[in-house]
């Protein structure tokens, strides 16, 4: 009974994430700018990609009755690094002077420069 139970949670947790990546890719197809996209990649596609090795984590503990310390490790280091990685590319942009997409953003940082 336990199985089911964490076979299905483990079932729920891989496609939740395999749609939050599709969401992630679909964003960097669809969006206007470095700055939109780096969202999609950094936010997104870092949930996804917890999600699927969450859902990893569970069907091992499933079947195999095997706890694997080395996704925690894996989750945790996504977890860190994506969302830095997506926030360096943006700033780096905006640094470098790329442009908005449209002329209404308002720029908060511009007279702190």
């Known amino acids: 009974m ?3 139970i964490v ?3 483990a079932m729920i947790f891989i496609i939740l994430g395999a749609l939050l990546s599709f969401a992630s890719a679909l964003g960097l197809y669809r969006l206007p700018d470095v700055y939109t996209r780096g969202h999609a990649a950094s936010k997104a596609s870092t ?4 999600c699927i090795i969450s859902g990893v984590l569970l069907f091992f503990i499933g ?3 095997q706890f694997q310390p080395s996704l925690l490790l894996a989750i945790l280091f996504i ?4 969302p830095i990685g997506g926030h360096l590319i943006m700033r780096s942009a905006y640094y470098t002077g790329t442009p908005y997409t449209k002329k209404t953003v308002r720029d908060d940082l511009k007279d702190a420069k």
């Open 79 to 82: 977890f860190l690094t994506g």
């Open 2 to 4: 336990i199985d089911i």
């Open 7 to 9: 076979n299905s949670a």
């Open 63 to 65: 079947k195999d009755h």
């Open 47 to 50: 949930l996804g990609v917890m």
